[in-house]
Structures are given as structure tokens and as C-alpha cells.
């Protein structure tokens, strides 16, 4: 039995009836959230073969928007039948799955509720997410290839966020992962990386383009060949 006086029932039954013709007024108004008319007459356009989906992009968008709309108010008018019903048995006002009284500042807020709120079913947010969401996390080590497999070389995801940043990105030296790094140049993802070569004094070492002439290029690999104290420090008499 409900704890509801008749005068409450009465002014909840009120509520209820105003938004189902509100609800109904809404789904008329709007022919049925322009679902009485087809995606081809809404858009305008003779045929969608011939078009590329992003073409119509917009296009589908509303009309899974209006999808949505339309459903969200078709269970609204469900709730609500559902509800008059119930006042019709005697049965509104009480959980139906803990038959405990439902409290009238809940009924005020959602006159057709047929739930406490400790077992409303609307408050149990499913945690299910889409299958392809496996393949977008992480969403740049994952490419990473030569993280996973041994001697990998080969062009993976880490080169192309590289190429990609060199255009410039938002990070500070702060957020470098060189901690030693002094130029914005070197900020970037394994920025000390062989480039073009294999050992580093191939970077620094060079000959004319008829291939008689050699001479070093001192660049900071040269520096820091030099001083690691790595090779032949007769090439400090060099000159570039």
C-alpha cells in the first residue's frame, strides 16, 4: 500500500498527465524528431551511392542525434503510462523490487519513478566500452615496434610522431625526457637518435663529392664524440 495521501496523488497524477501531453505535443511538433522523413528527402540529395560518407557527415549525425531524441522520449512516455497504471492498481508510491515507500521528495522530482533510489535502474551506468577501444590504447606505444620486437628497423609509430614533431609540439625542456637537454631543438622523443647513420661519427665525417677530399663536420655529434674521449684524437687537428 502507498503512504500517499489522495491530495498528493492527485497533484502527482497532474504532473504526470502535463508531461505526457507535453511529450506527445514534442513527438507531433517535430514529426517524430524528423524521423517521418526519409535521410534522402532531409538532405535534399537524389542518391547517397554516389557520395563519399563524409559527405554526408553532418547529415548522419542529426539523424542519429534525432534516433536518440526520439527514444529517450518514446521510454519517457513508457515511464509515465507506466506510472498512471500503477496509480490505477493501487501500487504507486512503493519500490517495486524492495516494496519500501518511495519517498515523496523522489515522486515530486520523477512522478514516474516506480523505484526507490537505492534500486533505481537508471543509476547503474553500464562500464561496457566498444570492443575497438583494446586497439586504441596506448595510443602511440602500441606502433612502437622496435620496443617490442628485437632488431626491429623498420619505419613503426615512434618515427612517424617524430617526423610529425619536428614541426613543433608544446613541450618544455621540463617535460623532455633528456634531463640534460639545453636546446628546444633536443626536446623531442630520442632526439640524440641516429638519424641517416649508424655510428655516430659517420654523422661528422664526410668527403667531396669526387670522394678524394675528407674532412670533418663539427657538429654536436662531433662534440660529443670528442668528448666521450671515443676514436683517434688526431682528428682535433683536423679542419673542417
Known sequence: MTNLTNAQL????????????????????????GLDASLRDMSGDLSAYDNHPAD?????????????????????LNRIEAALAAMEDGSYG????????????????LPDT???????????VSDRRPAEESFMQPP???????????????????????IVESWGN?????????????????????????????????SFVATDITGTRRYIVRNQAYDEYIEHDEGDHLLENERG
Open 10 to 33: 492527485r497533484n502527482l497524477r497532474s504532473q504526470l498527465i502535463v508531461e505526457k501531453a507535453a511529450a506527445e505535443h514534442r513527438l507531433a511538433s517535430s514529426e517524430h524528431y
Open 114 to 124: 516506480l523505484y526507490c533510489m537505492v534500486h533505481s535502474p537508471r543509476q547503474h
Open 170 to 202: 608544446s613541450d618544455s625542456p621540463a617535460m623532455s625526457e633528456n634531463r640534460d637537454v639545453t636546446s628546444y631543438d633536443d626536446i623531442g622523443i630520442e632526439a640524440d637518435e641516429a638519424d641517416g647513420y649508424v655510428e655516430s661519427f659517420e
Open 140 to 162: 602511440f606505444g602500441r606502433t612502437s615496434m622496435d620496443d617490442h620486437e628485437d632488431g626491429y628497423n623498420g619505419f613503426d609509430g615512434e618515427d612517424a610522431w617524430q
Open 94 to 109: 512503493t519500490c517495486k523490487t524492495c516494496g519500501e515507500p518511495i519517498t515523496l521528495a523522489r515522486l515530486e522530482a
Open 56 to 76: 554526408a557527415a553532418t547529415e548522419t549525425y542529426e539523424r542519429g542525434k534525432d534516433l536518440a531524441l526520439h527514444e529517450q522520449e518514446e521510454l519517457h
